[in-house]
């Protein structure tokens, strides 16, 4: 069936520094793809999203490019705030309304 | 303009009892959705609704039931719980038919002892 893989984490970076937070799938076609962001205490908030293959989705600085070739959507941002602390989920569109998430992985973020 | 509301935000329960998680929205979105959220294993679905009257199940509906008598609420029923339901509970609903930007709420964090 489906699936999402994300790297393990946590991420833990200074203020500033380059983030990237790996996400594979495996899907049948070529479902979107989604980076949902929970914060301390919250729901989960879309973050950006993808429809389809080569298309980039960007957000608050954050960028993530759909890859059939390497079935990929890698989350990227050039310079990470202490207010990026969160954890971070990929996810597919699995079918009606449904969406199938990875694991999840926590970013911190130090001044 | 609340969004997703969930009550209460934290529960603890013996093992055999009962007990309804609430959700409503005031978006008027016709799609409604329970996940739970366990370490290590992402969200997963249990519930989902396209509409007053209209339920059908995820992939872990097993001790679960819904209903959605209107649009704006989806309350999540534990018929007799257990600690294997130990967990965080999110609802969540979309505007869109096949909507995937859905809008989640806070959470419940239950225990079961």
């Known amino acids: ?111 | 303009n609340a969004g997703v509301t969930q009550t209460p935000k934290f529960q603890v329960l013996k093992t055999g009892q009962s007990m309804t998680l609430q959700c409503a929205q005031d978006m008027n979105h016709e799609y409604m959705s329970w996940y739970r959220q366990d370490p290590g294993m992402g969200l997963r679905l249990i519930h989902y609704s396209v509409g007053a009257g209209i339920t059908d199940q995820g992939e872990v509906p097993n001790g679960y039931n819904v209903s959605r008598s209107t649009t704006e609420d989806f309350p999540l029923r534990l018929l007799s719980a257990a600690p294997s339901q130990t967990s965080v509970y999110f609802c969540a609903s979309s505007y869109e038919p096949g909507g995937y930007e859905q809008y989640f709420g806070p959470g419940t964090r239950l225990t079961v002892t």
């Not at chain 1, 070739?69 to 207010?83: C, D, N």
């Not at chain 1, 954890?87 to 079918?95: I, K, T």
């Open chain 1, 1 to 111: 069936g489906d699936s999402v893989t994300q790297m393990e984490g946590p991420v833990t970076l200074s203020e500033e520094a380059f983030l990237t937070i790996n996400c594979t799938y495996t899907a049948t076609g070529y479902p979107s793809l989604f980076w949902y962001v929970q914060y301390p205490g919250e729901g989960l908030q879309l973050l950006l999203k993808a429809t389809k293959a080569d298309d980039k989705g960007s957000n608050k600085g954050f960028e993530a490019t759909y890859r059939k070739e390497t079935t990929s959507f890698h989350l990227e941002k050039g310079s990470v705030q202490v207010s990026d602390s969160a954890v971070y989920f990929c996810a597919l569109a699995g079918g009606y309304n449904k969406l199938i998430f990875g694991a999840g992985t926590r970013l911190a973020v130090h001044p």
